[in-house]
């Protein structure tokens, strides 16, 4: 009967996140492979079956991580990390910009272009200068991480031998 048996089902998933105040920068979590060449998969992110997989939580100041789920294998904490970003922000005619994780300490920054001037953290990761601009910034900055590692994942996985694997966070505002 082609491709699909009429017995079949087809199903899909979608994350939702939810939070009480969305532009609270505090409740943030962000989730991410370890891409870094010194970091805890030394610049690899393509992995095959086997292989452990390091990822990195970056938490904002109110969030509680309480346990993480995958759908095979196990993971692992392995403590805390301080990880330096470097990131291009843009000012559409703003004053605004946030950064994508919770800054622990700001480095340096460059105007590429027009100069918006000074710049000064505002929460957690939210830069603001003295008045709007059209211009990128670009931002180095000290971030916290959690480090965990995905490990022991069977292969193949119920007789699948391309296969995702889903981990869950479980984590509450504090």
């Known amino acids: 009967m082609g491709l699909r048996d009429m017995g079949d089902d087809?199903?899909?998933?979608i994350v939702v996140n939810f939070a009480d105040n969305l532009a609270d920068d505090e409740q943030l979590l962000n989730a991410q492979i370890d891409s870094r060449p010194g970091g805890l998969n030394?610049?690899?992110t393509s992995f095959y079956p086997g292989d452990g997989v390091g990822f990195l939580l970056y938490p904002g100041a109110s969030v509680q991580i309480e346990g993480l789920r995958s759908t095979a294998g196990q993971v692992s904490a392995l403590g805390a990390q301080t990880v330096v970003l470097k990131e291009h922000l843009t000012f559409a005619d703003s004053d605004t910009a946030n950064l994508s994780q919770p800054v622990l300490g700001l480095g340096g920054y460059k105007w590429l272009?027009?100069?918006?001037?000074?710049?000064?953290?505002?929460?957690?990761?939210?830069?603001?200068?003295a008045k709007p601009v059209l211009g990128v910034l670009v931002v180095v900055y000290q971030a916290r991480a959690f480090g965990?590692?995905?490990a022991g994942v069977p292969h193949p996985l119920s007789g699948a031998y391309e296969y995702p694997v889903l981990v869950?966070?479980?984590?509450s505002a504090a």
């Open 10 to 13: 087809i199903t899909s998933s």
């Open 42 to 44: 030394k610049g690899k």
């Open 113 to 129: 272009g027009n100069d918006g001037g000074a710049i000064t953290l505002s929460g957690e990761r939210t830069i603001k200068i």
């Open 148 to 150: 965990y590692r995905l």
């Open 168 to 171: 869950a966070v479980d984590a």
